[in-house]
């Protein structure tokens, strides 16, 4: 076994890439695009073609990245996107490809993705009240997106993740039942804390922090730790006893887990971001276009290493280290 390449200054083994292949949504989420204005997109020549993506990814995959999640914008959106996912399947040397969506087009695309070989699914899901789900994201979606998630349950996909974004005076009053589905399905809820990215963003005080988000859902029971496993993300995980599914709580405020951060990202305008939460980023667009062997992209994925932080700042007031919208850089 080859030692790992993509090692950065603090010692973690950076195994994880996360794709964004489009900065196109059909959903215009508070907490993505807070003014609910146009946001200016990238031009059709500006995104990065599918040849190029998978070329990246075959490069990473000789440095270490076994583990793969395409994102978006939406995803689903993008043409030929299940072509796509079917040659990613095909690389050797990825031992995980996920798929993160909000689920409006699931239902209609089911057997194209599973054909591709994917089996997880995370989606977004910060409501399951149909008048506050047009609130939240702008579209009244929300029965399509309840059917494709149960469509995708029926079809065996898993585990299937759920992406909740908790916000005071918005949702939190229905974070009790969104973690009772662990209840009934094999689901894994995750509960995110808000965070304030971009020029524009909502106000900071919606945020709910881990023990607020934990001290909604006590009328449930007594939530027990799971053990963590070697690929784990960021969640905290618990069980409700006698829960089919579980629950994660992802606290990038409250407990910084950057310790524990094993992940790249790769934005659709071609940027390799070494932080979700530092517009610190390589270009790879631009060497690619003019030709440049793979050596020189190997080159462009350990200079991102070298300058990947020991820890964000997102959360001091004095910073303003994070200009870039959530919807351009795939969270």
């Known amino acids: 076994m080859k030692p790992p390449l993509l090692i950065d200054p603090f010692n973690r083994n ?9 900065d196109r949504c059909n959903l215009r989420c508070m907490y993505c695009m807070p003014s609910r204005e146009t946001i200016p997109r990238l031009a059709h020549t500006q995104v990065l073609r599918y040849e190029e993506i998978l070329r990246i990814v075959r490069i990473g995959v000789q440095l270490g ?12 959106v993008r043409k030929g996107v299940y072509e796509f996912l079917s040659e990613l399947g095909k690389i050797e040397g990825l031992t995980d490809i996920s798929l993160t969506t ?16 994917i089996k997880r699914l995370n989606i977004s899901l910060d409501t399951l009240n149909r008048e506050k789900f047009i609130r939240i994201t702008g579209q ?38 969104i973690a009772r589905l662990s209840f009934t399905y094999p689901f894994h809820m995750r509960f995110i804390e808000y965070m304030p990215i971009g020029d524009h963003h909502l106000d900071r005080s919606i945020r709910l922090l881990a ?27 618990y069980r409700f006893q006698g829960a089919r599914g579980e629950i ?7 407990n910084h887990f950057c ?39 190997v080159k462009v994925f ?18 303003d280290e994070v200009r870039d919208a959530m919807s351009s850089i795939g969270g």
Request: aromatic share 4%; hydrophobic share 35%; charged share 30%.
């Open 65 to 76: 990245i076994t583990k793969i999640r395409i994102t978006g914008g939406e995803p689903l």
């Open 302 to 319: 350990l200079e991102a290493v070298r300058f990947k932080p020991m820890e964000h700042r997102v959360d001091d007031v004095r910073q």
């Open 102 to 117: 909000n689920g409006v087009l699931l239902k209609d695309h089911l057997a194209q993705i599973r054909d591709a070989g």
């Open 259 to 297: 310790h524990l951060c094993n992940r790249l990202r790769l934005t659709a305008s071609g940027q390799l971001r070494p932080c979700l939460l530092s517009d610190r980023q390589e270009d790879l667009k631009g060497p690619i276009r003019k030709g440049c062997l793979d050596g020189d992209i």
């Open 140 to 177: 009244d979606a929300f029965t399509q997106v309840w059917e494709g998630i149960e469509a995708a349950h029926h079809m065996g996909f898993a585990p299937i993740k759920f992406n909740t974004v908790a916000m005071k005076g918005i949702n939190d009053d229905e974070l009790t039942d």
């Open 14 to 22: 950076l195994t994880y890439l996360r794709v964004s292949i489009t």
């Open 248 to 254: 994660g709580i992802i606290q990038p405020l409250s």
């Open 211 to 237: 023990p607020e988000i934990l001290a909604r859902m006590s009328p449930l029971g007594d939530l027990t730790p799971i053990r963590r496993s070697r690929d784990d993300g960021p969640a905290e995980r």
